[in-house]
């Protein structure tokens, strides 16, 4: 019970009393500094990264430390009292954000794609062992919970909210919600049989002998996003020219990671001692020691001509991806009203929910497309194939 009540869904009355509390742009000074909200994950790493090579610098901005959160709840909290002003957050996140508490946010970048999976107990070998026990994910409105569901689904498995206390019946998985950084201790006292999050914490399961990888995030939902960046939508429309800066400082340090990934292990490692508490051997089996070939035998991986990276980083945002997302979200159970997932339209969500702007010009600045291998048109099909 415990992992769950320090980390519940943040709710819509919740939300509703930090709105009444936020300040207005009129009472905030026209310029600021760039502070970051993050979680210790690999999705951060391009904020992380900005901030440690001075890219905001660079671009004429100041920027503070980054904050450290250990839960999504927390984290949202902090962005909605604009205690920072820039967050990397779970894409469904945003969109609870954006239309359930009808909060002025937009998303202007993708931060990575993939960088997530499913970990489980080493004996398990299928979804269908997971019947009858629990499956941590770090929040109800996450990428995580939307693959999980889907792939259950298909399996014949029917997800449950809230299990605790409850017998669960052979086809029944028990989805908790737990931090991501409680998930690898969890899983090895065996309090839970598996979880899905984004990485370090499945290579530190790996690393450490207590879990092992039933299937990369990727190779469900081809190079998707898990967290994008997130900005007050007033700081894009009274500093146009202080966003394009913050989003440039994004995006070429996702072009210097992708050219400087073992790098960008040490930089965010425990041996450095600043932004994460993972060591740098577990990052490194994140960034650098990817190995399909193994993963296609263990069964991580089915579509081996996808090619698709362990993580990658790239900023836009497709269009077509945010479409399917918001189908993928109106079936998906999450704790909570629901009522204004039902009213939502894809195509429409995907122009006003993303600003992609300030990307265009910044991708274009540093070389155009080609640098991050998107296609120049800058749209694409989704390939959803659980």
């Known amino acids: 019970m415990g992992h769950v009540n320090c980390c519940q869904a943040l709710s819509l009355a919740a939300l509703g009393t930090l709105l009444a ?40 901005l100041t920027a ?21 002003n820039m967050v990397h957050i779970l894409m469904p996140t945003a969109i609870l954000l954006r239309y359930g508490n ?23 070998r299928s979804l269908q062992q997971l019947g009858g026990q629990q499956v941590a994910i770090p929040f109800y409105y996450s990428i995580h919970n939307v693959i999980l569901q889907e792939l259950l689904r298909r399996e014949g498995l029917q997800p449950v909210l809230r299990p605790q206390g409850k017998r669960l019946r052979e086809n029944e998985v028990g989805l908790v919600v737990m931090p991501p950084p409680e998930m690898v201790s969890a899983l090895a006292n065996r309090s839970i049989a598996g979880y899905i999050v984004a990485e370090p914490f499945n290579a530190a399961a790996e690393t450490n002998r207590v879990g092992r990888v039933l299937r990369l995030s990727g190779d469900v939902w081809r190079d998707h996003a898990c967290c994008v960046v997130l900005m007050h939508e007033d700081d894009l429309q009274r500093r146009p020219d202080w966003t394009q800066a913050v989003v440039n400082a994004v995006v070429k340090a996702q072009q210097w990671i992708r050219q400087n990934r073992i790098e960008t292990a040490r930089l965010l490692s425990r041996e450095a001692g600043t932004y994460t508490p993972h060591p740098q051997a577990v990052l490194l089996r994140v960034l650098v020691q990817y190995d399909p070939v193994f993963y296609q035998h263990e069964g991580a991986i089915r579509h081996k001509a996808w090619r698709v990276p362990r993580i990658d980083f790239q900023p836009y945002p497709f269009p077509s991806y945010t479409a ?9 159970q999450v704790e909570g009203n629901r009522d204004f997932l039902r009213t939502l339209k894809p195509e429409q969500v995907a122009r006003d929910l993303v600003d992609d702007r300030f990307v265009r010009k910044a991708i274009t600045a540093v070389g155009g497309t080609s640098v991050f291998g998107l296609p120049k048109q800058l749209s694409r099909t989704e390939a959803f194939e659980p």
């Open 324 to 332: 399917l997302l918001v189908r993928l979200l109106q079936r998906t």
């Open 64 to 84: 503070e430390q980054p904050r450290l959160f250990r839960a999504w709840p927390n984290l949202v909290e902090a962005f909605v009292a604009r205690q920072v």
């Open 102 to 124: 009808r909060f002025p946010a937009k998303v202007v970048a993708w931060n990575h794609t993939n960088g997530s999976a499913i970990t489980v107990q080493p004996q398990i």
């Open 21 to 60: 509390q936020t300040p207005s742009a009129s009472q905030r000074g026209k310029e600021q500094p760039v502070r970051i909200g993050y979680l210790p994950i690999t999705d951060a790493a391009p904020l992380l990264v900005a901030h440690a090579r001075k890219m905001f610098e660079a671009e004429g």
